[in-house]
DNA sequence: CAGTGGTCTAGACCACTGG
DNA sequence: CAGTGGTCTAGACCACTGC
């Protein structure tokens, strides 16, 4: 790494100067390290100090690297014990992803969901599938579908699509054998971090065997929420099409 | 302020530490100058080096602080220029708390929103109005209907509520002569900012008229967005209603 | 007690804006 | 060109953790 302070560097006559602080290629490199999984989830990342004198570098413009990777959740700081490699298998980020919270209570208070595993199997992808992976018409993935239920109720019907390369072995079983957060069983043993993901959310009819599994008349209005996770350098890994009940429980959002 | 480095504060024996750091102090400080008014939606707040002068402080610490409330949104930096109040009438903020968006185009490109106020009138709070806006029953608010037509189609039908002390004088004219986000009209006209909301979705069938100013069948699935937005301190000033067709448009959240 | 992250400072220099 | 925010450094000290 560059011991000299930042140049403007232009990549060739006439470009954009692209002035890069010194901060942001540290976050690069360090998140380079995460992907290529030097530190495992879980796991601390050297110190400040260590990774100032390996980048060459001072503690504070690690630091100023570190805290935007913080932010980012890629990372997470604890005083007087290190920095550690963000994981989905802690409690106070069950519920990262899952906006759904009850009426009357708050996120979790239910105990855990209930998980039933339908179906898991290997298909082609349909074109939208494809298109939304990143992949080929055609191309294999994991399908499954699940139901989940939170004090008896079955409130979550999902659907959702893996591309079959980097989830190879995934099978109905393992999945319903495994209790925790589904992305932590990635983490663990596909090494596949989610990261961040969107979710476009709509209201639609029951129907398609939804009404059935969710034990609501056809009809009956749902949300539909599907989900496009990412993994490091927005790359897609997973694809969700989720249908929640909503009359015991809403869709969280807050707006800054 | 403390031209002293911050003192471990016990409120009285035995009490927890209280430790709060000094560019935690200084935020705390800035944040009551914005809400005070000393600086207005738009303008521009002294440069760091004079709010150091003002609170004896180093500019690294203010610097800190103002980095803090800039991530809140309340404020906004510019290289050269410098550090101004946030405000909702910035053409890049108009859609910070509309989230939905058309299914092909990108946020706003469908061009500016139609907007028909249909009713703006005084009444009392019911119980729970008030109790969201932490009023109390029979309070007087102001209570307002209006659509939201994009390209012609009338996609929100919002009702909202605000407390009437803060909006007095508020009326269906003034709405419906407004050209620009409503949010920034209460900037302007009654010095009251919201910075922060929170909703609550659900997916319900269409009525209580809601169907016929949407133009759809009685009980098309409609997204329900309950927003409870806030100004400073947390405090309450607005309850919104709205009821979305999700059939041309999605509501868009990004996890991370 | 040593090691970690967290705060604070002072000073130098850079990038950007506008007159 | 002066003024603003942005970066980088070096050093001191504080708060927290675990041995």
């Known amino acids: 790494m560059a011991a000299l302070p930042t140049l403007p560097t232009d990549d060739f006559a006439g470009a954009t100067p692209a002035f890069s602080p010194l901060y942001q290629q540290i976050k690069g490199l360090i ?26 570098v001072s503690q ?31 409690q106070h980020v069950q519920f990262r992803f899952l906006k759904l919270v009850p009426d009357s209570g708050t996120p979790g208070s239910e105990g855990p969901a209930e998980r039933d595993i339908i179906d898991c199997r290997r298909v082609r992808a349909s074109a939208d599938i494809a298109r939304l992976l990143g992949l080929r018409t055609g191309d294999a993935v ?31 079983e393992r999945l319903a054998d495994y209790h925790g957060p589904m992305y932590a069983l990635f983490e663990t043993e596909f090494n596949v971090r989610m990261v961040r993901a969107e979710e476009k959310i709509r209201a639609v009819p029951a129907s398609d065997g939804h009404e059935l599994l969710l034990k609501v008349a056809q009809g009956t209005p749902l949300l539909s ?10 790359v897609p890994m997973e694809l969700r099409r989720g249908y929640y009940r909503t009359d015991t429980h809403y869709y969280r959002n807050t707006l800054n």
């Open 31 to 56: 998140l380079q390290s995460l992907q290529s999984g030097e530190w495992k989830p879980g796991e601390a990342i050297p110190s400040e100090m260590d990774l100032a004198a390996r980048f060459r």
């Open 60 to 90: 504070g413009t690690v630091r100023k690297a570190i805290d935007e990777l913080a932010a980012d959740n890629l990372v997470v700081r604890r005083q007087g014990k290190g920095t550690f490699v963000a994981t989905h298998a802690e």
């Open 142 to 172: 994991l399908q499954a579908r699940r139901v989940l239920s939170f004090a008896g109720t079955p409130t979550i019907v999902e659907d959702l699509w893996l591309p079959a390369a980097p989830f190879k072995g995934l099978t109905t």
């Open 225 to 234: 929420v599907e989900r496009l996770a990412y993994t490091y350098n927005d």
